[in-house]
């Protein structure tokens, strides 16, 4: 396996900042816009209002893009480690890896298990959300279909029995944010309204739904579909499936992996046209080699092999998560995928933090938020991460 390229991802003690900096001379893109020589005040942990002059440290950035931090929904690990099986230094971790890639928000990510393993974990994750180093658990299996099971272990899935839900979200202790399941199987209707209820995304993935069937899950409250296109049938022009209904819908936020393998830039941008820009995240699916390197991994009980970055199962060969992160998808939606930098924002921050009902307090650059933000040279490469107030990757502007 290859070694660590982050550095541990143990809790740093906050150092207190006594006068507020002000990060000035960038593009700043903003939610009414981009400023061309913008300004951005930290004081403390949050963005404020602009102090007066001569008050303030000021930080000359110019010749970069300002953006907010990237908010991850869908996440399984990264920096050699893993969500589902790593020990809590090792979760933190991947949380710290993919921090230094700009993702200062990200919910972690479980695949599929046995029902008592997912509720020990939840244990542990819910921990960690507590501790305000996750935003939640995304539960991705076990109640999906074994048609579309992807690197999921066939022998531990199960129909969505809404007592099983039931009994992983109590398990998470408020902490779970999202399930994925395949809603045409039994149970999977009863399940997304027990979902809904109790204020948990339902996502719809890893299913073999029709359209119709799709159309009832959202009538029924589902809010998000995972990954669209990957581990679902292609649209038809006969028989539309889940691609048609996810697309159509208002009420559905579609996920995207923009890696360069999972989906064809053209699937991208006919979902970005279609669902327009409110509408999509842009999500990693990241695995342990995210940030780490080539190599074989686990992803739960299931052996992966990575090479050049293309995470795969030794058993079959189906596509296993990714090793994106979130800077990449940025850079390759501006440079590969012509989306705007307002629309990569969109896709990156802000839709994911208003799915997650977090947008009072991240997702744009706004005085009073947290100042979680990220700097990008012309070339849309990574240069810093500042989370709630603190360097992650610090720029040494001056
Ligand atoms: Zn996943």
Same mark, same amino acid.
Request: net charge positive; proline share 9%.
């Given at each position: 396996?290859?070694?660590?390229?982050?550095? !541990?991802?143990?809790?740093? %003690?906050?150092?207190?900042?006594?006068? %507020?900096?002000? +990060?000035? $001379?960038?593009? @700043?893109?903003?939610?009414? $816009?981009?400023? %061309?020589?913008? !300004?951005?005040?930290?004081?403390?942990?949050?963005?404020?209002?602009?102090?007066?002059? $001569?008050?303030?440290? @000021?930080? &000359? *950035?110019?010749?970069?893009?300002l953006v907010p931090g990237f908010v991850d929904l869908h996440n399984h690990g990264g920096g050699g480690a893993s969500f589902t099986s790593g020990t809590v230094d090792e979760v933190l971790q991947g949380i710290h890896t993919h921090r230094l890639h700009g993702t200062t928000t990200l919910v972690a990510s479980t695949v599929t298990g046995d029902m008592d393993f997912l509720a020990q974990r939840a244990g542990l994750l819910s921990e960690l959300a507590e501790q305000g180093e996750i935003a939640g658990i995304h539960f991705e299996g076990p109640f999906i279909s074994p048609c579309r099971k992807g690197a999921h272990s066939e022998e531990l899935l199960r129909d969505p029995d809404p007592a099983e839900v039931r009994k992983l979200i109590d398990a998470a202790r408020g902490t779970a944010k999202m399930v994925t399941l395949a809603t045409e199987l039994p149970g999977g209707i009863d399940? *997304?309204? +027990?979902?809904?209820?109790?204020?948990?995304?339902?996502?719809i993935g890893h299913t073999d739904a029709t359209y119709e069937q799709t159309v009832e899950a959202i009538e029924a409250g589902a809010t998000v579909a995972t990954h669209l296109f990957n581990a679902m049938p292609a649209l038809g022009h006969r028989a539309p499936g889940p691609i048609a209904a996810l697309l159509e819908d208002e009420r559905i936020t579609v996920e995207l992996i923009n890696d360069g393998t999972h989906l064809h830039p053209a699937s991208l941008q006919l979902a970005f046209r279609h669902a327009g820009a409110d509408r999509v995240a842009f999500i990693t699916d990241a695995m342990d080699a995210a940030g780490f390197g080539d190599g074989r991994y686990m992803l739960g009980p299931l052996e992966v092999e990575v090479a050049a970055g293309v995470a795969r199962l030794v058993e079959g060969g189906s596509i296993a998560g990714s090793t994106l992160t979130q800077d990449r998808a940025f850079k390759r939606a501006v440079t590969v995928d012509g989306l705007s930098v307002e629309d990569a924002v969109a896709a990156l921050s802000a839709n994911p933090a208003r799915l997650l009902g977090l947008d009072d307090t991240i997702g744009s650059l706004e005085p009073g938020k947290d100042?979680?933000?990220?700097?990008? &040279?012309? &070339?849309f490469e990574l240069r810093g991460v500042m989370r709630r107030g603190e360097w992650v990757v610090d720029p040494q502007l001056g």
């Open positions: 396996m290859a070694t660590p390229s982050g550095a !541990r991802g143990t809790a740093r %003690p906050a150092t207190p900042h006594r006068h %507020p900096r002000v +990060l000035a $001379g960038a593009r @700043v893109v903003l939610p009414t $816009g981009t400023v %061309p020589d913008g !300004r951005v005040t930290v004081a403390g942990t949050r963005i404020a209002a602009d102090a007066p002059p $001569g008050a303030a440290q @000021v930080i &000359d *950035v110019s010749g970069h893009w399940s *997304v309204r +027990l979902l809904a209820e109790h204020g948990v995304i339902a996502a100042a979680d933000l990220v700097l990008l &040279d012309a &070339d």
